[in-house]
Structures are given as structure tokens and as C-alpha cells.
């Protein structure tokens, strides 16, 4: 069995001065799953290692870097998945480092499947989880989007994921490891200026992130049209009756524009690759064993790439 990692770094319309960033932050992500899969870890190791890293990087609507809502606080959402239907996820968390560490451990140490909030701050607590300071997960881009959205009267979420020059992305990643089991993974500060107790799509399981039949699927973009259309769940589906995930992806992304949505999915099954968005931008990197990485963000990028593993 080969392994293999595919990346995302949110799709969004990522202005020009960032693109080198973001490429440079999958780049190193994936980088970082390969190596993990190389040395004989899990795919949920590898997963997890690769958003960690991501949600240190302030390139990223993750961790660090987060969008800030509406009282100028970081939230998180985190999903984390494995087969069988194995998830755990955590949303509206402050103050801690890795959501994604967080999740994993709501997976395995829970008999739940989503923690929120204070609940998975205590949570975090019990299990010796450090609590940052929020000074640490806030940075000055941050806070000066925060007072500009602040000023304006006609401000919507969705306007940052297309034709504004504001982005930067969630996380996503996906691994097959050598004994061909799949995990996904997701991380997010969620949307600009948004509710406090907001909750996207990224922790809810058949939108943020789905995996079954040996398919995986991840998603990014605007969360509130993505769990109209449960997005991953729908692209899986789709994976099992297309010839290519590029075209269950496709299909998927279709299901989306339809409600005028917007958004981007990647996907890995034991012999492929899938990626789609309709955002002017997604970053992702993808890579199978020692071979050479793929990377790109440009809609022609996803045709440049000969995605089959
Ligand atoms: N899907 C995330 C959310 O709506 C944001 C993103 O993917 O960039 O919270």
C-alpha cells in the first residue's frame, strides 16, 4: 500500500502578496505528513501533525492568525477522522493552541463525538491542555481587519471568500498510511466578524469532513453553505458511483454553486486524488510516497496536475 497526504489551505480569493505564503505553509504541511506516513505512523498521526503545524503558521485562518468575531476574539472550530466513522470534533474553543489536538482527543478519550465551548475548554483542562493567552492566537493583520469590517455598515461574511482582497484559509488535510487506512482534518477561526457561538461547517461531520468506503473528503469555504449541501458527505457519495474523485469533486462543488455557494473540497481514496473549488483561489499541495509534490492555487492549477496517484 502506498501512502500519500493531500493539503488545503482554504479557499478563498487569496490576494497576490499571500499566494507565496500559502503555497510555502501546504507545502510545508504536507511535507510534514509525508514524513510522519514515511516513518510508519497513522494517517490520524500524520493528519494531525500536518494541521498542528498549519494552526501554528499565522498564514492561516487557524490557530494563530484566526479570523477574530464580532467582540474581537478567536474561535475555533476542529474536526479530526479516521474509517469507521471515527470522529471527534470541537467547536467555539478560545485560548488553545491546537483545536485539532483537542478534537483528536474528544475522538479517543470521549464517548462523544462534538464538544463546544466551555465545555471543551474544561475538557482541554482535565486533559492538561495549556491555555494560551488570547494576545497569542490574535495578530495585528487580525485585529485590523476587526476594526475595518467594524466600520462598515454593508459588511458580509461571504464577500471575503469571493473577488475581496482580504483572504487567507482554513486547513484541511487528508492521509492514506501504509496500511491503507484514511483520516481527515480540519481547522478554523471560522468566518470574519462573525457571531460569538458561531459554528461553521468545518466540525460537523458530512460537511466539514467525511470518510467513508475508503474515500475521504474535506472541505473549505463558506460554512454556512456548505452544511446546506453537506458537502463532503455529498462528494463521498458521488466518489462511489464517478470513474474519478476528480469528478465526484466536480460534481460536488456543482451541488454547491447551485445555492450559490461557495467553496472547495479535496479527496483521497486508495488510488486517487480529488480537488475542486469555485473560489477564485484554494491552496493545496498533495503528494504520494517520495515522489514530487504538487502544489497550486489557481483554477487552471487543478488540470495542471496529473491527479491519480
Ligand atoms: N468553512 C469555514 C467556516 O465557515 C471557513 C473556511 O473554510 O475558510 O467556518
Not at 242 to 270: T, Y
Request: glycine share 10%; hydrophobic share 40%; aromatic share 8%.
Amino acid at each position: 500500500m502506498k501512502y500519500g497526504v493531500i493539503i488545503h489551505g482554504g479557499a478563498w480569493d487569496i490576494p497576490d502578496d499571500a499566494v507565496l505564503d500559502h503555497l510555502q505553509g501546504v507545502q510545508e504541511a504536507c511535507d510534514t505528513a509525508s514524513k510522519s506516513l514515511r516513518e510508519g505512523k497513522s494517517s490520524l498521526d500524520a493528519v494531525e501533525a500536518a494541521i498542528s503545524l498549519m494552526e501554528h503558521n499565522p498564514t492561516f485562518d487557524a490557530g494563530r492568525g484566526s479570523f477574530v468575531n464580532q467582540i474581537g476574539e478567536v474561535e475555533m472550530d476542529a474536526i479530526i477522522a479516521t474509517e469507521d466513522f471515527h470522529f471527534g470534533s470541537v467547536c467555539a474553543v478560545t485560548n488553545i493552541a491546537n483545536p485539532i489536538q483537542l478534537a483528536r482527543l474528544v475522538m479517543e478519550k470521549t464517548n462523544h463525538h462534538i464538544l463546544v465551548g466551555r465545555g471543551a475548554n474544561l475538557f482541554a483542562l482535565e486533559h492538561g491542555f495549556k491555555e494560551v493567552s488570547p494576545e497569542s492566537l490574535l495578530i495585528g493583520r487580525e485585529l485590523e481587519r476587526y476594526y475595518q469590517i467594524k466600520g462598515k455598515k454593508d459588511f458580509h461574511p461571504k464577500d471575503t471568500f469571493h473577488r475581496k482582497p482580504n483572504g487567507m484559509g482554513t486547513v484541511g488535510a487528508l492521509c492514506i498510511d501504509l496500511t491503507g487506512k484514511i483520516a481527515a482534518g480540519v481547522s478554523t477561526g471560522g468566518t470574519p466578524y462573525k457571531r460569538v457561538g458561531r459554528v461553521g461547517d468545518t466540525p460537523i461531520w458530512g460537511a466539514g469532513a467525511y470518510i467513508d468506503a475508503h474515500i475521504g473528503a474535506v472541505a473549505t469555504g463558506y460554512g454556512e453553505d456548505i452544511i446546506k449541501v453537506l458537502l463532503t458527505k455529498k462528494a463521498v457519495e458521488y466518489a462511489k458511483r464517478e470513474e474519478s474523485l476528480s469528478s465526484a469533486a466536480f460534481k460536488a462543488i456543482q451541488d454547491l454553486e447551485q445555492i450559490s455557494g461557495l467553496g472547495g473540497v479535496i479527496m483521497l481514496n486508495e488510488q486517487e486524488f480529488g480537488i475542486d473549488f469555485n473560489t477564485p483561489r484554494m491552496a493545496f499541495a498533495f503528494q504520494v510516497e517520495s515522489n514530487s509534490m504538487q502544489v497550486g492555487i489557481n483554477p487552471e492549477d487543478r488540470n495542471r496536475f496529473k491527479i491519480h496517484r
